[in-house]
């Protein structure tokens, strides 16, 4: 009979202060061995010496049910394990990956785990003499390079001291080239993709800034999280660092639980004043944290959408911040998988000043604020009455209410509209020959 344990699930990390504060760009040279190797090592004379053997896992655990599995554990809904951290190799860390697919999705399981064993063996032989199983040449290297910055931050993971300790999920790390490292060890679904994550892509879309997600339900059961994550540049030692010039290389992040915000808001003597409202947000617009969003749901109140936006929760401040043409701008793009147009709101990262109201003697006033380095918006708000304003959402889908009218100061809720058809130039070639 399998037994599986119960993981213990402290957890530990910085102050916040260091967390959000602005830095210079994080380097990979942050996290050099003793050998101070850097990312992309030629293999030379130190062979041996760089290739030794490291403690890391492949993230398929369910193969090793009835074999090596006593060190396994349940944390929340996932298999794993707090000895060591878990790789997960994308299809990009593969010169072939419809051989990649194949073996996670259509071969046998005793096929599967010959595969994982190749790989982990490879990954790990100091003799050089074993044959690569089809990953790209750079991969070894990286896997290396990550797992020095991944036992960094297993250090940190364990750590018993602060005041983050109940918050933090798991840490993980990412590189371009389709390789990423998880503490706590943990099963991942083989359609896994971490360049499709929003994390990921935020963090590239905002290099040298600590970016966080709109919440969202984690698939490893621990409710509602938010991922916070930072891009890591290639590490120079004959260069000043710049984020301008250097390419990211990887990203570290890590997720926290829904409540870390709240307490950090409920240390705020300001936010616990009458009439007094705060709350944060992502550079979309997307709440990280609200008041009414720690209240529980009602047949009648406070209905939580997936993703609440500030034009769900407040109208007002919505519609007026529109004025602000410095601060919010309301774009559309095209999404051709569902072939809609999206509407949404992008907030500029760049702001160095504090906002107030745009039109004056109104009951509700607020402040708002970038906090640097970061994507997250800090909003104050003193209100006598939350009426007075109205932003058209659907109730029932995404679909926007007006798709024939888009204006910079109308306010509304994230939504799409579908896609006019278009002719393909095969079509109209078609058309135009059977006119004539």
Known sequence: ???????????????????????????????????????????????????????????????????????????????????????FLSSLAFESPFTFLHNNRMSSPQSQLHTVESIMAYLKDTTGLLANPGLRPQIRQEVNTLYNAMQHLKKRHQDARGSLKNFIIRRYIASVNGVLQVFPGCLLSNNYDPSQRLWYRKALQHPGKIITTEPYLDAGGSGYIITIAHTIFEGKSNALHSIERDQPVAIVALDLTYAFFYKMMDSTP????????????????????????????????????????????????????????????????????????????????????????????ERTKYAIALLKGSNIFAAVLNSTCDGGAFCPCSTIDRQCLNCKRMDQADCECPCECPMPLMQTKDEEEDNSNKEH
């Open 1 to 87: 009979t399998e037994v599986i344990k119960f993981c213990n699930t402290k957890e530990e990390s910085i102050p916040i202060a260091m967390a959000l504060s602005a830095a210079l760009p994080l380097t990979s040279n942050h996290y050099a061995a003793k050998n101070n190797l850097p990312l992309y090592h030629h293999v030379g004379e130190g062979y041996e010496e760089y290739y030794t053997t490291i403690d890391l896992m492949y993230h398929r655990l369910d193969l090793l049910a009835g074999r090596d599995a006593t060190n396994l554990c349940r944390y929340f809904r996932q298999i794993a394990t707090f000895d060591v951290a878990t790789l």
């Open 270 to 361: 300001l936010c616990q004043m009458h009439n007094i409202k705060c709350l944060l947000f992502e550079n979309e617009g997307y709440l990280i944290a609200h008041p009414s969003m720690t209240q529980a749901k009602s047949g009648i109140k406070n209905q939580r959408r997936p993703h609440e936006h500030l034009t769900h929760k407040e109208s007002y401040l919505a519609n007026d911040i529109l004025n602000h043409k410095n601060l919010v701008r309301k774009l559309a793009c095209a999404n051709y998988q569902n072939r809609t147009l999206q509407r949404y709101y992008v907030f500029n990262t760049s702001l160095n000043e504090i906002l107030t109201n745009v039109v004056h003697g």
